[in-house]
């Protein structure tokens, strides 16, 4: 079995960041394998390539993890949900045997109480202690133990080896203490057991809260699921019933009524409704839908009944596409991620080797009793060191500000564009469907050379009919509202971004802009001065010629989104510098940049050349965004820094760019800046967390400070701040959960979403 699609596995065994490279080296080891990334936080590996799947499970397996395929993702939601709740219960129970017996040992010592052997009858108490933490050890520790060995066994380390090492050296030392005392000079007779049971048991608390709270972060997916309708109602044979929605098949005939919600994307066929697409696009207005509209699964009908024809189902569909879309981006990593990894993966070994050259430190330069003091430094220095909280520094906050972009209608498609939108300094604009609605129409018309109007448009119309330009959907339309039969067209040619051309009922007609004609050998000076009018009106003149000779000018003017202005104002107020880049005419751009109030404009750019205008842009040492349909511009996106495509709820051009606005306002833009800047900034207050807590804690524990101070780490301190600080990260990345942009406090159109 193999598949050239991306692949999600369920990863069991994994403790820390040093897990996750190993994971990851493991499957791009593995023979077929294009790409492979792993998800700490969500515990899931996602793995691209023409690859055999039981392959990936045993490179995954040898690496001494467990890997097993998602196969549904809301089923394997619910079974993480499930699991999550099932080890919360355990680790809680494990934390409550261990505190139990910890505590009254500590509680013992602090009152005055020998944790020293010097008799024999102390020797038989303390050898029963000594076999009640061994419960402990075995009970409510024995999967850090296991994990280590299977660590071993794959000749590597991690976060169990040094909890492992810690616990077992305290244990075994103190055991060695209660049978052989007397090889031992007797102050160095010191017990340890009630240590062993407080850092196992505080390690499981936090443990335990971590799980909790890591539950918070994949709401945003839970939300999305849950938009799923689970039956919907097909007509078959004049007959309607309620079928599964996995039984739903490309065009059936589907009644959806007032209240449900829409099973699959389709065509409407019968029937007026409002629409509340809101979980799709963040827009809270309501959408009108009549026959011949796109209606999306997961949307929700208000108002009246719609029956459509279904078009996509299940994988196919824009709900699938985006719940697709934001577990990818939540398992890629910014490359600040990437860095914390590589770390993490020589971490574990570099820590072992620091408390061993404490432990001969404390052994040959320390006080006595030397053994005790050496024991406490190597089970601190391993304690405190896990890299838990490195590990879940940046996959927490990515998965929560996907998740929170999610809700703005912004699918972030990519970790390297969280990153790479908070350094932007300039922001390249297309026009037509960016800044202005993309839904242009005929305005004005003026013919000449004796061909009347009905003539230019029937001409102009019938041309169109085979192009797929914006404009062409404006003259095609005026021609049917003014009820004008169209002809065939044969010979039919186009160059892209300069015009369409033709044989229509003999005759040659061409239509395009002055380029076109120019290039046809078309003299238009009759028509010029018009032209360059319309222009300064922000009307794009298409010039018509008919057998080698102008025959007219057809005038399409495209409206500026009614907030467009603001969104532009918005990103200059962040600093950012705003360019047009059109393939208008220049009096015809300017005519709009003046309206919305760009820094500058770039005309008469062909698609082809948008690609290259963007890297000029970026070699004058700009970091460039750019901002298209995703379709015409897909080189210009491709060469930014960030590309933004602007998509639709039903129409969504996600492999065109890093981030997809489900929106067509600009505002989204701003929105996904924000988030981004807000995600980036969580995950450097993680990264510095715990790079401090580490690089702080460690020479601390290894007694750095006590020849001034005296002080000593306690390796239950050490095990209380190792857990705290697994819990304060993931809480901090939660903190995103509550991040609005900051527009969104005055507008109701970001207050509704799939998070």
Known sequence: MSSENPIRFAITGAKCAGCVKKIESAMLATEGVTAASMNFAERTAEVEGAVSLSAITQAIEQAGFGASLIEDEEKAQQERETLDQAHYKKLMRNMAFSLSVGVILMAYGL?????????????????????????????????????????????????????????????VYSMYVVLFPSTLPTEARHIYFEATAMIIGLINLGMALEVRARGKTSQAIKRLLGLRAKTARIIRDGNEQDIPIASVQIGDKIRVRPGEKIPVDGLVLEGKSLVDESMLTGEPVPVSKESGDEVAAGTLNDSGTLVFEATRIGHQTAL??????????????????????????????????????????????????????????????????????????????????????????????????????????????????????????VVNLMTYGGVNDHQALMLAASLERASEHPLAAAIISEAEQQRITLADCVDFQAESGQGIGGNIEGQNVFLGNQRWMTTNHIDITPLEDTAKNWSTQAITPLFLAVDGQAAGLIGVSDPVKEDSREAIQRLKAKGLRVVMLTGDKEATAQAIAQQVDVDKVIADVLPIEKGDVINHLKQQGHTVAMVGDGINDAAALASADVGFAIGSGTDVAIESADITLMRGSLHSVA?????????????????????????????????????????????????????????????????????????????????????
């Open 111 to 171: 009152l005055g109480g020998s944790m020293q052997v010097e008799s024999t009858s102390e020797q038989l108490i303390w050898f029963a202690v000594g076999l009640l933490t061994l419960g402990i050890l075995y009970q409510s520790g024995g999967h850090f133990f296991t994990g280590a060995w299977r660590s071993f066994k794959a000749h590597s380390a991690n976060m169990d080896t040094l909890i492992a090492l810690g616990t077992g050296s305290a244990w």
């Open 320 to 441: 699938a596409q985006i719940i697709s879309q934001v577990k990818k981006a939540q398992n890629t990593k910014p490359a600040i991620g990437r860095l914390a990894d590589t770390i993490s993966a020589i971490f574990v070994p570099s820590v072992m080797i620091i408390a061993i050259i404490a432990a001969l430190a404390w052994y040959n330069i320390g006080p006595e009793p030397k053994v005790a003091y050496m024991l406490v430094a190597i089970m601190s220095v391993l304690i405190i060191a896990c890299p838990c909280a490195l590990g879940l520094a940046t996959p927490m906050a990515v998965m929560v500000g996907v998740g929170k972009a999610a809700q703005f209608g912004v699918l972030i498609r990519k970790g390297e564009a969280l990153q790479s939108a908070g350094k932007l300094d300039m922001i390249v604009l297309d026009k037509t469907g960016t800044i202005t609605q993309g839904k242009p129409r």
């Open 671 to 755: 929105d996904a800046i924000e988030v981004s800047n807000a995600t980036v900034r969580n995950i450097k207050q993680n990264l510095f967390g715990a790079f401090i807590y580490n690089g702080l804690g460690i020479p601390l524990a290894a007694g750095l400070l006590y020849p001034l101070t005296g002080l000593l780490l306690n390796p239950m301190v050490a095990g209380a701040a190792m857990s705290l600080s697994s819990f304060t990260v993931v809480s901090n990345a939660n903190r995103l959960r509550l991040f609005s942009p900051s527009r969104a406090a005055s507008s109701h159109s970001h207050k509704t979403g799939v998070a």
